[in-house]
Nanobody
Framework: QVQLTESGGGLVQAGGSLRLSCTAS????????TGWFRQAPGKEREFVAA????????SVASSVKGRFTISRDANKITVYLQMNNLKPEDTAVYYC?????????WGQGAQVTVSS
């Protein structure tokens, strides 16, 4: 079973940047479109960004467009989320997983806290 590990979270001031990493335990993940999701306190988990297995196609939520960029490394096992110009409303736990279909087990996520 695939295990996902998110890292790179932290506390940052508004306007700052963070880079999240998502590492999978199996190479099979490079066959799937992979996404980043986030869940803020008291809210449902929401889609943030996705990248195709090839890395050639990406999509981002309108709320983060122009500020967040998703990418994956050459072996396509690690997926990154570069977050720039962070806002307090970006505060959430960030998770990675398949972008659709039967999800893999969720990892622990990476806490991102943006102070104003």
């Amino acid at each position: 079973q695939v295990q996902l590990t998110e890292s790179g979270g932290g506390l940052v001031q508004a306007g700052g940047s963070l880079r999240l990493s998502c590492t999978a335990s199996k190479r099979t993940v490079n066959q799937y479109t992979t996404g980043w999701f986030r869940q803020a306190p008291g809210k449902e988990r929401e889609f943030v960004a996705a990248i195709s297995w090839s890395g050639e196609e990406t999509s981002v939520a309108s709320s983060v467009k122009g500020r967040f960029t998703i990418s994956r490394d050459a072996n396509k096992i690690t997926v990154y989320l570069q977050m720039n110009n962070l806002k307090p409303e970006d505060t959430a736990v960030y998770y990675c997983n398949k972008a659709s279909g039967n999800m893999w087990p969720w990892g622990q996520g990476a806490q991102v806290t943006v102070s104003s």
